[in-house]
């Protein structure tokens, strides 16, 4: 009697286990199925379409940048032209504006290594802080062209502010007087009486 009921114990543990894996062989076919319909692209599918676009965009901005290297080579004489310090300076510049100081110091570090003139990234900043106006935070173009506009030039000042700057100087500047009549001519003062 004890056989049999082992025997019919074995048999439902061995039906439950062939029906627990035909079951977990179905989900696994139904899983398989429908993620090859999901609308998610293959990897090699996803990059082909980008690369023509991103290679595009990233020679472009290869050609700015050069652009940029050589228009400081020829403006500005000195170390401070070379490209590794435009590319050093340019970045300190932009990290201090960030209030990034530790990296603009580390960055800082490098730049005084290659021989770079500190005066020049004081001044660049300076001028970058004379336009903060002009500097839209959510748009890194505009902080990055002007970056590189005051490394240029330092001494830039920004057009309102110019324009305001003469506006004052020419009202302060004396009116011109109308012409005067010709005074008549003085007279000798007697002298004094003993």
């Known amino acids: 009697m004890r056989q049999r009921v082992f025997e019919s114990r074995n048999a439902v543990l061995r039906q439950f286990a062939a029906t627990l894996a035909v079951s977990c ?40 940048r050069t652009d940029e290297f050589a228009e400081a080579a020829q403006v500005i004489n000195g170390p401070a032209g070379n490209p590794e310090c435009v590319w050093l300076g340019r970045r300190v510049v932009r990290l201090m504006w960030r209030d990034d100081l530790d990296t603009a110091f580390r960055h800082l570090d490098l730049y005084d290594r290659f021989g770079c003139p500190g005066g020049h990234i004081q001044a660049a900043f300076r001028c970058l802080t ?14 990055d ?31 011109p007087q109308p012409a005067a009549s010709p005074s008549p001519a003085a007279s000798p003062t007697p002298a004094p009486q003993k």
Do not use: M, Y
């Open 25 to 64: 062989l179905l989900a696994l076919a139904g899983l398989g199925g429908a993620s090859a319909q999901s609308g998610t692209p293959a990897p090699d599918q996803g990059k082909a379409a980008a690369q023509p676009a991103d290679a595009a965009k990233d020679a472009a901005q290869n050609q700015r």
């Open 130 to 143: 004379r336009f903060g106006g002009q500097i839209d935070p959510k748009v890194a173009e505009t902080l």
């Open 145 to 175: 062209s002007r970056v590189h506009a005051c490394w240029i030039n330092p001494a830039a000042q920004p057009q309102q502010a110019a324009a305001a700057a003469a506006q004052p100087a020419a009202a302060n500047a004396p009116a």
